[in-house]
């Protein structure tokens, strides 16, 4: 077993590999494996990105802290008989308790996508419909409607809160907000990033000075869909990564060196999490609800569809779809969104024209 860090609780961590029990590394190795596709040999998760083989491992590994926390490893116990119905009813009593709606559905679907890999041949329908479920009822808990916003009013805010903060700096945390403003502008201007793409940005090979200004450019291995894409910076960010580089971003590193564009306040570069919790934490306070990463992609898309529906056609390549039935499901998002504006408009129309009357009763009580 690895040393635990003083701040991990062993019943919450996700093993890894090198910690696994030998039959599931064994197991795991065969799913990867790269064999010949004619004579069946390869592996099942063969085809996973490195990204995906360290999620689903991350997944697996808190699998099999369960197991032996529950005290139901078994040595003599092939990986895929561990998970039987009973298992999977106590692992996700457990997760209940531990961890978000969300989070609890991932764990499940990424058990699922190992489970399948390892022994392709059994029936998983059964732990498929799990997932379904929680999927089904993360979804109707997560309302993200009331917290989409139109993109143009995310990007006007954070170049006002920008400008705001150049000419007027606060004595502190001035820099760390200045780089939340512009991690939230740049991601609604170019919403075909991801939350791992924002993160990872580096200067020189990620964002490159062209003679009109800079470009963002991914190679396919970066990608989800796996297509390499070069993204102009918008004009009117330009400036400001410019002050950002040159001013901002020295005073993060505070003397070190890093390629990286997002730099902590403690000059290290910025994981995923700290991106994560930055422009969380800043849309929250501009907006009153926090907007998070991917919800920026549904912000930019529902926008052409409720501003100008014409023009839907360029979602797909804007956000890297290669299913249209994924920007099928923003354009009849946006259209309801719409209809309920409409609704809310006439209903004040309505009360203008006919406002209420005045209880009966109350009226009486009044009369003199």
């Not at 032996?68 to 106590?90: L, M, N, Y």
């Amino acid at each position: 077993m690895t040393e635990l860090l003083p701040f991990e609780d062993p019943a919450r961590r996700c093993l890894p590999l090198h910690a696994w029990p030998e039959p599931d590394q064994l197991a795991w190795e065969a799913a990867l494996a790269p064999g010949d596709l004619l004579d069946g040999t390869i592996g099942p998760g063969h085809h996973w990105c490195p990204d995906t083989r360290e999620k689903y491992g991350k997944g697996y590994g808190r699998w099999l802290t369960f197991v032996v926390g529950s005290g139901r490893f078994d040595p003599t116990e092939a990986p895929a008989d561990r998970i039987t119905r009973d298992a999977i009813a106590s692992y996700v009593e457990e997760l209940q308790h531990q961890v978000a709606p969300w989070t609890l559905w991932g764990r499940l679907a990424e058990l699922l996508a190992v489970a399948k890999a390892i022994s392709p041949e059994r029936d998983w329908q059964w732990l498929r419909r799990i997932v379904g479920k929680l999927e089904t009822r993360v979804v109707a808990t997560r309302n993200k409607h009331i917290r989409l916003r139109p993109a143009a009013e995310i990007l006007g805010w954070a170049i006002g809160h920008m400008d705001d903060l150049i000419t007027n700096p606060p004595p502190r945390h001035g820099p760390t907000r200045f780089r939340d403003a512009l991690m939230v502008a740049l991601l609604i201007a170019c919403p075909t990033m991801r939350l791992r793409n924002l993160t990872r940005i580096k200067i020189g090979s990620n964002l490159v000075p062209t003679s009109a200004g800079y470009e963002l450019r991914f190679g396919a291995p970066e990608m989800k869909a796996r297509k390499p894409v070069e993204i102009p910076v918008p004009d009117c960010l330009v400036p400001y990564l410019q002050h950002y580089l040159g001013v901002v971003r020295p005073q993060l590193l505070q003397g070190r060196d890093s390629d990286r564009l997002w730099i902590t306040q403690y000059a290290d570069p910025m994981r995923e999490s700290n991106v994560y919790e930055g422009i969380t934490r800043t849309t929250k306070r501009a907006f009153g609800r926090p907007i998070n990463p991917h919800l920026f992609r549904d912000c930019a898309v529902t926008s052409v569809a409720v501003e100008d529906p014409k023009h839907i056609g360029i979602a797909p390549p804007i956000l890297g779809h290669t299913d249209p039935r994924t920007t099928e499901q923003h354009y009849i998002q946006a259209q309801q969104i719409d209809a309920g504006r409409k609704l809310q408009a006439s209903l004040r129309a309505l009360r203008r024209k006919h406002p209420p009357r005045q209880d009966r009763s109350t009226a009486r009580k009044d009369k003199p």
